[in-house]
């Protein structure tokens, strides 16, 4: 069990050692039942936020991921606020409804969380999970108000369901504003919202996160790359078939919260 407290840090690095090995076929586990189910989201939750605490994002108090909840589908789980990153526990969760009030638990959420993940997650019944914080290379990246063109491998898996939020509501300050994210989100798995940072969407928390981990690299190599040679549509389309698949985001997440020192 992760929880919060002195030994959140044994726990965690438990819950990492009791990983399965990874294999090329590896996926999201199956779990039916709703409190397994339930468990399983929070603990993937959690992992997520140490691994964004691990790479210094969130210090300055931006950014949220959240989990909706299998049962109560209109709610969702969330970090609450004043709980750093990579200190998240267990126990430092909380469900947050459609009106965004705290659950049978006391304790804050940072309000923009749920100005942007409630409408995302009211438009998208297809997805669990969003996550959104501002990174060194998302943000500036952001502040170009530009899709991502194909310069890398890990930019086909945005071909075709990515867009940019033009907007100039920067600091998300009403449901409308999360509303006006998720129409230009659509369908797609980012979105690149302008002056701000990115935001991901997918099936299960480690889908999301491994999406949003592949679309911080895409914008480091937009910021870096002075002369690119981008990959051609028909190269990215059949590129796509491989890495633009779901269980592509699930795996590059597995990857990161073995590979990094917690």
Sequence with gaps: MLRHGTDVAAAYHGAVADLPELHPDSSEPEVTDPDRLRRHRCERLVLAYRLFGSLRWGEQGDGHISARDPE???CFWLLRYGVPFGQAGIDDLVLVDPDGRVIGASGAINPTAHYIHAPVHAARP??????????PYGTPWAACARPFSMLCQEAVAFFGCHSVFDDGEVDILSVDGGKR??????????????????????????????????????????????????????????????VGQPQQGWKTFNWAIRAREL
């Design 72 to 74: 109560r589908t209109d």
């Design 126 to 135: 297809d997805i669990v999970c969003a996550v959104h914080t501002h990174t």
């Design 181 to 242: 994210i998720a129409a230009a989100l659509g369908e797609g798995r980012l979105a690149i919202l302008r002056n701000h940072g990115l935001l991901t969407v997918g099936a299960n928390v480690d889908q999301a996160v491994g999406w949003f981990l592949m679309a911080e690299r895409v914008a480091e190599v937009h910021c870096k790359a002075p002369h690119p040679a981008p990959i051609s549509d028909e190269d990215a389309e059949r590129c796509f078939a491989v």
